[in-house]
Structure formats: C-alpha cells, structure tokens
C-alpha cells in the first residue's frame, strides 16, 4: 500500500493538534486560551484531510460515490468530540456528544450502514444519552443563589493534560502511521455478496414481483430444498411455480435489492446466535443490577455531611437575613 | 649396655592372644551402681523431693561399690582377669585383623585397677557422706542435681580405670570431664563459676587432642585398642628396646606415648594446661576434694601408668613427663606460698603434688608414684574437707588473714585435728604416709641416672610445700582466735567463696607493698573477735564423721608402707600398694631398685618374679616388662651406674635429707608465722615483703600465666572471633538484607504510582499503551 | 443529487473515499475520548468519554466491514452498543450511589486504595 499522506504531515499535524487540545482544555483562567486552542485543532485537523484527499488514490475500485459529505460528518465529529471533552458544563458536553452521534451516523450512512445508523441514532442517542443527562441533572449540586452559574472545581480545572494528551497524540500517531503504512499482506475476510441473501428470502421477491406486475395471479416463487427461491442472479431471474404448476422464469425488477437491514439480520441471526442471547443475558443483568443498586440508601460520608451542615448554616444565614 | 638376661622378662614369645581368664561377673556393679545412684537422684529431682534423701542413697550405693571393690580385691590373685560386659561397638570392614575396631564395655581387672577403684570408691562414700550435710541447704532440685552429677562422675572414672580398651577409657575421661564441669558450675547463677567450669571443660579438650591422636596412633598402628592385644603387640618393640635399638622402634610408636601425655597433661593440670585447677575452687568444697584432688586429676597419672609398656618403648615420652611433672611441682609451690585463699594454697598444692606423681612416673618409680597417689588421695581429701568446713561454718570466709585460732573454737576440734594430720602428711613430717611416698619418689629421681636435676627440684618444691602448709596451719588453726564472716553472711543460696578473696588478690597488688592490715582496716568490720551478731557454724556430725575417718585412714596410710605385697613374690620396696602396683601393667622393675650406688647393675638376683612363684606372666603376655629404657643409661656413660646421693644410697639418705627439709620449712613457716603473733592479719612475714616485694607479688599473682595465656590465645581468638563476627554481620548479614533490600528499595520507589487517584493510573495505562506501541512500531516498520 | 465530486472535476483524490479515512477519522475521536477520560475530573463526563470511545471503535468496525464485504462487523456493532447500553447503565447507578456517599462528583473524592 502506498503512503496515503506524507509521514511528516502526519506528524507535524499531530503535533500541532496536541497543542491545540492542550490548550482547549477547560481552564480556570481566562477563556481565550480555548479558543485559540481550538482554533489551532481544527487547523490540523483540516491539514490532514487536506492531505489525504489529495494523496488518496482509489484503492478499493469498489466505487465508493465521491462524496461531500464524509468531510462535513468527519469535521462535524470531530469538532464535537473536541468540544464534548473541552466544556466545563457537563449538561453542554452531552449535547455536544448527541452531536458527534449524528455525525457518525451520518458517515455510516455513507457507508451504506443505514440500519447501523438508525440503531445508533436511537439506542445511543435516544436513550443513553437521555440517561446521561438525566444523571447529570440528578447529580449536580444545587447551587445556591449567588453561585448559580459557578462550576464545581473539579469541572473547571483538566488533570495532568500533558500527560494525557502526549499519550493520546502519540497514540494517535502510531495507529495512523500503520494504517497508512500497511501492513503487509493482511488475508481479507471473506467477502460476502450480500445480493446473494436474496435467494434466501422468497417473500421479499414475491411482494417486490407483485408490487411490479410481474407475477401472474397464483403464482408463487418456488422454494427448493432448503425453502429458498431459485434465482438466477446472472441474468436476475427467478423461477415462479406457476398455478397450473409449471415453472417460469421471471426477471427480477431492477431495484429489488437486499437492504443493510435484511443482510445484518441475516448475520447476526445466522452467525452469531449464541451471542444474541448473551447480549440479551448482558442487557437483563445490567437491569436487576440498576434496580438493586438504586434501592439502597446511602450514608453520607463524614466530609460530606461537615459540608451540608456549613451549608444548611449559611443558608439559614442568610435566610434570616432574607426574611425579616 | 644392658643384656637382656640380666632383665627379668616377660613371656616374649607369647606374643600372640593369650587366654582370658574372666573375672567375676560382681565386678559390673562397680560401675553400675553409680548409674542406678544417677536414676533416683534424678527421678528425686522429677518428684521434688524436698530432703536428703539423694545424698544418702547416693552414700548406700556408693559404699556397695566400695565392697564389691573390696570383695574383688579379696579374691584377685594378681593376675589379669577380664570381665566382659556386653558389646559396645564392634565395627569391621574387612577380614584382617587391622581393620576391626572391638570395642566392649569389658572390666580391665589387675592390681592397678583395683587398687585404684578402692580409693575412688571409698573417697567417693565418704565425701558423699560429708556433702550430704555440706550442701544441706540446698536441698530441692539442687541437691539431686548434685549428687546425679556425683553419681555420673563416679561412673565415669569407673570405666575410665576399669576399661579394657582405651574408647572405654576416652569415655570415662570425657564424662569425668563433663562432670567436673557440671560440679564447677554448679552455682550457675555466678558468673566467675560458670567462666571456671568453662576453662576446666576448655583446658581438658585442649588435653584431649593429644589423647585421642594418640588412641587413633595406636589404633591404627596396633590395629587394636584393647590393652591386651596392644601389650601383645608391643612385646616385639620392647624386646628391641631391651637391645638399645631405638632406633628401631617405628616413629609412631614413639609418638603414641608423648600424645598420652599430653592429654594426661590436661587432665591432671600440669604445664601447660594447669591454670584451670585453682578457678575450679569455685565448685562446692566436696568437689573440690573428690575430683579435684583425689580422683579426676589422678586420671592422668593412672593413664601413663596403664599404658606404661607404650611409654618405656620411646626414647624421649619418659623425660618429658619427668621433667614437666618436676617443673610443676616447683612453679605451683611457689604460686601457693603466695596465696591468700587457703582453697587456693590447697588447689597450688594439688597441682604441685601432681607434678611429683608424674616426675615419679618418669623416673621410673611408677610404684613410687601409685603410692603417692593413694596417700595423696586421703590427706588431700582430708584437707580440702577441712578448709569446707571452715567456710561452712563461717560464712565462705577462706582468707588465712582473716582467721586464726580456728582449731581452739568450740565444736572445731576434729577439724582442727583434721588440718593438722593433713598439713603433716603433705608437708612430709616423718612416718607419716605422706612422707614415705614422697621419699620413694625423691629417692628414685636420684637413682635413676640422669635424673638428678629432677631430684633437686623436687627436693627444693618439698621444702617449700613444707612451708606452705604449715603457714596454713601456723596461721589458721593455731594462733589467736579471731574470726570475720565471709561473704555469705546473709546469702544462703550459694557458697560463694570466691568474692571475697577474689577481691582481696584484686586489691592486692595496690596495697601489697603495704602491711596486710591497711586492707584489713577498709574491710574491717569489728573487733577482734568478729561480728557483733555472727556466730561460726559449727559442722556436724555428718562432716565430723568423715573427717575423723579421713585422719584415722591417713594416719594408717602410713602402715601400708610396711604391709607386704599382698601378691606373692613383692619385689619391689615400699609395702602393699607398690606391690599391687608392680604386678600390673604399670609394673616396671629398674635394676637400680636393690642394689647399693655404684655397684653395677650386671646381675641381677633371680629372685623376683621368676622363680619365687609360679605366678609368673606364664598366664598371658601382660605383666609388665622390666628393665630401664637405655636411652636414659645411654645418655649417661656407657656404664649404667645406679645414680647416689652424695656417695650414699639414696633410698636411706632420702629418709633423713627429706625429713630434715621438712622440718626447715616447718621452722620458717612457725618464725614466720606464729611465733610472736597477736593479732589474726599480721605476721611476722609482713616484715620480710618489702624485701622480696616484686617476687612476692608476681607469685601472688601466679606468675601472670594466666595473663600470658590470654594474651597468647585469648586476645587473638576474641579478635578473630570478633572480625569474623563483623564479617557474617555486615557482609553475609549484608548480602542477605541486600536480597531483602532491593524489592524493598524498589517497592519504595514504585510505590508514589500508587496514589489511589483514578486518573493516575488512567493516565499510566494509556501513556503505557502508546510508548509500547510506539516502540513496537518503531523497531517493526521498516 | 448534487453533482459528485467526480463531476465537480475535483482531483480524483480528493474524491476517493479509502479506508484509510475512516480508520482516521475513527482513530482521532477514539483519541480525543482517550484524551477527554484521562483530563477530566467529573466523573459522569469521564464516562461519556468512554462511550465516545466505544462510538469511534464501531465507526472502524462499520467501516472494515464495508472494507471486507462482510456484515461480521456491522453485526459486532450492534453487540458494542448493547454492551455499551449496560455498562452506561451500570456507570451511572454507581455514580449516583457514589454522588451520595460524598456530594460530589468528583474522581479524586476517592482515594482509598493508596498506597
């Protein structure tokens, strides 16, 4: 594999990202540093499009459609990630977060993983999301009325930045450089035509043929051995059992195709049935867990209760101060 | 040069096994008697018994020892007899006969054995009897333990001189030498008993090493180490002896001897190895007498004796015991006229009369010197009973300036009169049993040629001895009465005697110069008379009893120099015990014995052991050999003269010239030491000490050997011992907390990561991710 | 539809859609939740920064998946999410437990295992 994207731009686009986060990252000072900083991530993140859209050649003759619209979903990921890892309000974090589930679901879209996007969209937006915030919401700590806005500290200030984000870049690095190095000669799985699931599905193709006319009346597609239809996929035909019981040969109208949907039903219920099961065990332990673990009543711990009491005593402070 | 016909001779040509003849089975009980005392003194210890129940059966089962012995004595015939016990060791890995080692427990019986078990038993009953009351307030776990080790010691020298082969012996001598330590340090409470039990038990081993050499010598040059087979086997070399062909004599049989000797040495404390016996006073007065007087230190003096066959062989083991024993006899004399501590004079005299027993045994009088051991034995004993006594009765007060008059106190008579007979036989007053053995020693060095040096030195030491004693005497039991208590006034738990003259010997050297009573006034502590409220314990009947017995039998000893051999055909002069003496191995007949100075020795009557009887070695190869080892005549002329004293026969002159050095000494001593004296401290001596100051203190302070040694051997052990104590601390101790250290180090280092914050280890984990990573890449991507 | 990039005459590597991108693109936002887990100290958005990793590991799995023609990957998708779902679920109820225990949100509340 050639080099998609000259090492040194890599690099040099690497570095200056980490410089940029660095500096993005929520501080208890003055705000222009983040804004800066972001400013300059974003510059190296567009760097490194840039190089790669103009090195990449068409490798994987598969035809891809050209398209816009990655860069908008990348960028659009992107800078959310950032901005979801740099806001000092939690609540702003998760939206930003909401964001970069649509951006990626946008790529998925591109690469014709529709059904992957929907499920992203409504499981990982739709509902973890939501309990994030909910949680968010549970736990703040009610301000009290001069400290709305304030920030708790540990929002405010980033712990060890360097450290985090040196490993992090130098990470970033080191995977990109194998990616754009090679590996050799990784064998490719197996590809699957995922038209050849049609066959499988001989419903599909008599609704489709009878949604296109093709089907006389009482004809039905005939099932071989094994329930599936006889298609022909060379010349796309299929054979229909005729009401008289003769078979025909009927072309399949041309937009029948199998959905992402349908193929990674098909996967997943074909391949990976025992671990369908296992999600579902996984799903039904994390619900008893939740209800266990909410029902029980925590104590304060000592600190925790010193500083409701200072709290409770500078409320009620000031509560007669409030009320005469 | 000797012919060997005018030598008397053993059965030469039997040189092969003769028959034993077994001797009666009762004679096991010797030995095992002790051993059943050992089991109920110890099971007493086990029930707590409270009383004084261990001595007295320790006292019954000694005193049936004592008649077994008797009985066993009453039926020998002065042959050798053996009684076998049972099989001890028995090991062989091959088929000739130098590679079998046999090793029974089996009884050795001769002359010499029993008449050394007679004394051994019988002191040992008596000094057991007086223990009984000695030790009376210890009684409890104390008690037993001392008369188990009592008991255990009996034992032990049971079959030290019983034993047919010399493992029995090394066993015997070890056990005596375990017990000796277990006595000294009886009151292991004291430090300075326990240091003294410690350098007894030290100095013996140092002994021991030329002992066991010289049983492994014999054995592996023998083939054998029972004495029957070696005596067989030695016939050959003493017929070369006979010849004058010492030269012949293979080295190690040569060597065997001198290594005897020096573990008799240690045994017996002779130079060198002699500086444990005085610190051994620290042990119970009854020890003292027993082992330290009679019995464990004659050990040494009866293993030459027994093995005397293996010393005539070589030229040169003779000499040395001769010499070392006169040199001792004169160095510790010296030691003791300069002592205090009347133990102590006691402790140098032993020492000093051992020496006379081994120049005696070198001088080729081993009759001379069983005699004197007899007679020492029962005066010695006698003495140091006395001298308990004392400290018994006033409160472990030993030092002569402190006493007087003791011999006039009410209730001390027989004390007193047990002094007297002791000093009178050591110091040799004539006709006493002191004197007689004395004088066949004194009279032997002269007669053997070459010896003559010996006889002077041993004659001066006589003198001295003399002096000594009665100074004792002189000072302590004549005299004013006075008394101070000693150190145990109000300590019953032990009889420590030490402290007190200790300190005195300590402080000495700043007031020697001064008159005694300086010191005397610091440690005053009331009138003349004593304490106001002490009162001097008088003994009882337990300690009287034996020492009335113990001075009718010194006083009796005397007569056995007239007795007749009990044997038929005695040879030699000197009465019962040399006659038993000479029909044993240790018998040894000099040419020189009979016969007037000068007349040469070409002849020697027929009498004797040929002829007189039919008795003869004819029932085995085991008497003795007889005739003088030519090296000592070689050296001396070709004409073996029998050695004179100024032109008379030295066995009559010695009569009067050793009674006449006696009685100078008793002379100086009475000037010196009793006439004119008033008070307890003083005396007339004290005048004389600044003129013979520095000697006088060099030799209270026993001529610093006991410094030398330390400096010698002490400081450089304890410097090594010390480095190499350093060396396992810090570099072996080092290297092991070194292994311990650096995972500890280490541990210390790493341990900061563990800060319990999340987002540390958070951080760890992914920077770690990306160096692996990354180093990963970097060495595979090319 | 609007012309393609192909048809808007843009270099044809611009308009070449590779593997390659998408492993980057998912390899940045795997970073950026790395990045966002080890700085922030609010426990809750130190969370939701592992569910931004686990996002951009099934963008490589949707991804490799187109790469291969091989729905193994699409499906294993589903899985993370669910897995993603349970875990978020279990997260947050600890988190509660834990924002009770000491009024606060914050990772470096806890302490205990020093040392």
Redesign the interface.
Known sequence: MDQVINPLALYGACALGAIGVLLALPRRDSKTPQILGAVIASLAGGIVLLAMGLKAGGLFGIGLSPSVYFYVFALVALGASLRVITHPRPVYAALYFVLSILATAGLFLILSAEFMAFALVIVYAGAILITYLFVIMLATQAPTEDLENALTEYDTAA??PV??T???F??LA??T??MF?GVGELPKAPAINGQSLLAEMPRKIESALLAAGSLPSGAKVTFDSSGDAKVDFAARTVEIKLADGGTRMVSLPGDLAVTNTEMVGFNLLRDHPGSIEIAGVILLMAMLGAVVLSRKQVQLDEDAKERHAKLLAAEMAQGVETNP | MLTSDSLLTLGAATAAKAPIIAGDPLALLIPAMPILGVIICTLCAIFGVRNKFPAFATVLCLAVAFGVAAKVFLGHTGDVRITTGFEWMSLAWGEEPGQRLIADFSLYLDSLTILWMLFVTGLATLIALYASEYMSHDVGLGYCRFFAAFNLFVFSMACLVMGDNMLLLFLGWEGVGLCSYLLIGYFYKKPSAVAAAKKAFIMNRIGDVGLILGVMLTFIHFGSIEYREIFAACQPYIEMAKAGKFSEIPAIVQLIPILLAVGAFGKSAQLPLYVWLPDAMEGPTPVSALIHAATMVTAGVYLVARTYPLFLLSEYALPIVAWTGALTALLAATIGMAQFDIKRIMAYSTVSQLGYMFAGLGVLTSTGAAFHVVTHAFFKALLFLSCGAIMHGFAGQLDLRKLSGVGFMKGWGIVGLGMAVGCANLAGIPFTAGYFSKDMILAEAFVTPGMAPIGWILLLTAGMTAYYTFRVFFRVVVGPMHYEPGDELHAHDDHAHGDHAHGDHAHADHRHDHAHDHGHDTHARADAHGHGDFHPHAPGWAINTVLATLSVLSIVAAGLYFAKSPYEGGLAKGGAVPGMVERSSAAFETPFSHHAAGEPTASIKEGGHEGADGTTPAHGSLAAPSFVPTAIAKSHGAAAHAGSFFGYDPHKAMYYVSGVVGFVGIFIAFILHYAGRRQAATARADALLPAVGPVAKWAQNKWYVDELYDFLFRYPLWFLSHGFHLFDKLAIDGLVRLFGGIPRFIGGMV?PT???????Y??GM??G???L??LV?MLT?R | MMTTLAQAGFPAAMHQLTLAHYLFISGAMFMLG?IG???R?NLIIMFLCTELMFQAAGLALVAFSRFHMNMTGQSFVIFIVTVAAAEAAMALALVVLLFRKRESLD??E??????
């Open positions: 712990r060890e450290i985090a040196a490993a992090g130098v990470l080191v995977l450089t194998l190095r | 341990r563990q800060s319990g914050e999340l987002h540390g958070a951080a992914a920077a991710v990306a160096v990573l990354f890449f991507m | 790395l887990f080890l700085t100290r990772a470096a806890w302490q205990e295992m020093k040392g």
